[in-house]
C-alpha cells in the first residue's frame, strides 16, 4: 500500500442543480431540485439550498414539493450535463492516464501514475490546480479529496463538500477513521449497518476493536475479512482506468399503471428498441436479455434468457424480451418497465433464423398496409373530413428555447395551452418572464449554452476578463496557479440519476477536453463559494 497521499477523488457539488443555477442567473442562491416532475418523478440532484428544507437525492418529487413549495422544479438536460462532465474529465486525464469515472460528476485520479503527485506537497498542488482549472472552465465547482486509498481519498472529498479540499496526511488513518460510522466504509448499506448495530457494533473504531474472527462470523467470509481490512485503514484497489461497460439498460416509470396486457407488450417492444440505438451507439452487442417488471405493489421482478450469440439486432432483442413478458404476471398494474442487454461483447453472431422471421414479418406487416397514395386517396382531407390536427409541443420546465424576437430562454413551466419563458442566458442579469401560445411558431426547442462565455482570444483582452487564482483564503500550501471563475451556488453531495425515465449505460468515459485555464476567459455566473483548503 503506498504512503503518500497521490490518490485524488473529484466530487461536483450537486452537479445538475449547480450547472442549471449557473445556467439560469435568476435561480442563483435559491432552492433547485431536479429530476422527474411526474406524479411518481424522483429527485436526481437538490442544490445546498433546497437541502436546508430536507430535500435529498432520490426523494420522491411529490415529498420534496411538500418539503420545498417554492423551490424551482427542472427536468434534466443531460446533453449539458454530458458535455460539462466530459469538460472535467479531459482535465482530469491531463492529470493522469489513470482516470477512473464512477458517474458523470465523480471519479478516482492515480496522480502519482501520471508524475504529477509524489508526496503531500505536490498532491496538494495538484489538487489546488484541479479546481482552479474546473472553475475555469466550466463555471462550476468540485470537492477533492487527496489519501494514499481511494477509500479514504472519498472519505476525504466528502469532508471537503462543498467546494473544499481536504488531504489526509499519512499517519493518521486510524486515528481519523475511528469515530466514524461504520455506514462511511464502502459495502456498509442500511442492512450491514442494522445488523453491526445490533451486534453493538457502531463505529469503524468497534469494528477494529471486534476482530476478525468476529466480523466474519458475522457477515461471512469475504464480507468480514474485507471490512476488518478497510477498518484498519488498508484499501488496496488500484484506479482502473476505462472500465469495462457491463450492460446497457432502459426503462420507464409511468405517471398511471398500465393495466392493458397489449400496452404492455408495446411498451416492452418500445424499450427494446430504445435499447437496442443505445447499445449500437456503444459499437456493443450482447447475449443475455433482461426484462424489469415493477407492479402495482412495488414488488419488482427481473427475468432473463441467454442467446447462442451476441447480437444487436432489434427484431431478436424484441423477441426475446416478449417471450419473457409472457412468464410475468401483470395483473393489477405496472408502475415501471425496463429491458436490458449484459454479456456484452464488441462483435455480433447473427441469429440468422430470427432475422429471418423479422424480415418475414416486416415484408408481410408492409404488403398489409396500403401505401401513401392510396391512404391519400381514400382520406384526401384526414379522417374527420378535415386536416388532422398537429400535435401540441410540450414544453419541459428548465430546458431551452429561442424565440424570433426575445432570442435565448428557457421553460418556467407550461400548461393549459400556455407557455412561460424566462429570457436570460448564463452571461446575462435576471431576464423576463413572457407567456406564449405552446403552438406559436416563433417560439422553438434550443441546444444548452455554454455556462462560460467564450470570449475571443488576445491582445484585445482586458485584465478584468480574468481573475487571479484563489484556491482557498487560510490555506498555506495553496498557490495561485490558475484564475478562479465565480461559480454558481448550490452545492452538496449526492447526485443521481432517476427522472422517471432512465438510460443507463453501466459504466463510460468522457473524451479528453485539452484546455489552457490560464487563457480561459471569465464566467458570470455569479457569486462562487469561498474555497477551502485543508487538512483533517
Known amino acids: 500500500m503506498r504512503t503518500a497521499p497521490t490518490i485524488l477523488h473529484l466530487d461536483m457539488d450537486a452537479f445538475f442543480a449547480s450547472a442549471e443555477q449557473a445556467s439560469k442567473p435568476s435561480l442563483r442562491g435559491k432552492a433547485v431540485v431536479v429530476g422527474g416532475l411526474g406524479p411518481r418523478g424522483v429527485v436526481s440532484t437538490a442544490s445546498y439550498e433546497a437541502r436546508v428544507f430536507g430535500v435529498n437525492s432520490a426523494m420522491p418529487m411529490a415529498q420534496a414539493r411538500r418539503r420545498a413549495p417554492n423551490a424551482a422544479y427542472l427536468v434534466p438536460r443531460f446533453a449539458l450535463y454530458k458535455e460539462v462532465s466530459e469538460q472535467v474529465m479531459g482535465l482530469l486525464r491531463a492529470l493522469s492516464p489513470l482516470v477512473e469515472p464512477l458517474s458523470l460528476d465523480e471519479a478516482f485520479v492515480d496522480l502519482e501514475a501520471g508524475g504529477t503527485a509524489w508526496d503531500e506537497r505536490s498532491a496538494r498542488l495538484a489538487g489546488v490546480k484541479l479546481r482552479a482549472d474546473i472553475r475555469a472552465v466550466t463555471g462550476l465547482t468540485g470537492s477533492v479529496g487527496l489519501a494514499a486509498s481511494k477509500m479514504l481519498a472519498k472519505i476525504a472529498s466528502e469532508q471537503a463538500k462543498p467546494d473544499g479540499l481536504v488531504l489526509i496526511d499519512p499517519g493518521t488513518e486510524r486515528e481519523l477513521l475511528g469515530p466514524m460510522s461504520v455506514r462511511t466504509l464502502p459495502g456498509v448499506g442500511p442492512a450491514t449497518g442494522d445488523h453491526l448495530r445490533r451486534a453493538g457494533i457502531t463505529t469503524v473504531e468497534e469494528i477494529a476493536e471486534a476482530g476478525e474472527d468476529e466480523l466474519v462470523r458475522l457477515l461471512g467470509k469475504a464480507h468480514g475479512h474485507a471490512l476488518f481490512a ?150 384526401p382531407d384526414g379522417p374527420a373530413g378535415g386536416k388532422e390536427p398537429a400535435a401540441e409541443r410540450r414544453w419541459s420546465a428548465g430546458h431551452d428555447v429561442r424565440h424570433a424576437e426575445f432570442g435565448h430562454g428557457w421553460v418556467q413551466g407550461s400548461g393549459l395551452g400556455r407557455v412561460t419563458v424566462r429570457f436570460e442566458t448564463p452571461y446575462s442579469e435576471p431576464g423576463r418572464v413572457r407567456t406564449f401560445r405552446t403552438d406559436d411558431p416563433r417560439l422553438e426547442p434550443a441546444d444548452p449554452l455554454p455556462l462560460v462565455e467564450r470570449r ?81
Open 230 to 379: 478497510m477498518a484498519l485503514a488498508r484499501d488496496d484497489r488500484p484506479v482502473v482506468s476505462d472500465r469495462e461497460t457491463k450492460s446497457v439498460s432502459v426503462e420507464d416509470t409511468y405517471d398511471v399503471d398500465i393495466h392493458d396486457r397489449v400496452r404492455v407488450g408495446l411498451e416492452v417492444a418500445r424499450l427494446a428498441d430504445r435499447c437496442v440505438r443505445r447499445l449500437r451507439g456503444a459499437g456493443l452487442s450482447g447475449r443475455t436479455i433482461v426484462l424489469k417488471v415493477r407492479r402495482y405493489d412495488f414488488s419488482t421482478l427481473t427475468r432473463s434468457e441467454t442467446l447462442r450469440g451476441p447480437t444487436d439486432d432489434p427484431g431478436v432483442v424484441q423477441e426475446a424480451a416478449a417471450r419473457l413478458l409472457e412468464g410475468v404476471d401483470t395483473t393489477g398494474g405496472v408502475r415501471l418497465l425496463g429491458v436490458g442487454v449484459s454479456g456484452l461483447a464488441d462483435y455480433t453472431q447473427e441469429d440468422l433464423f430470427a432475422q429471418a422471421q423479422a424480415q418475414a414479418h416486416a415484408e408481410a406487416v408492409a404488403a398489409a398496409e396500403p401505401s401513401a397514395q392510396e391512404q391519400a386517396e381514400a382520406e
Open 456 to 536: 475571443p482570444e488576445g491582445p484585445g483582452r482586458t485584465p478584468a476578463d480574468v481573475e487571479p487564482g484563489a484556491s482557498g483564503a487560510g490555506a498555506p500550501d495553496a498557490e495561485p496557479t490558475a484564475p478562479a471563475v465565480s461559480s454558481a451556488g448550490g452545492q452538496g453531495a449526492g447526485d443521481q440519476v432517476s427522472s422517471g425515465t432512465g438510460d443507463q449505460v453501466s459504466s463510460g468515459t468522457g473524451d479528453q477536453v485539452s484546455s489552457d485555464p490560464a487563457s480561459r476567459p471569465k464566467s458570470r455566473s455569479g457569486g462562487g463559494g469561498g474555497a477551502a483548503t485543508s487538512s483533517p
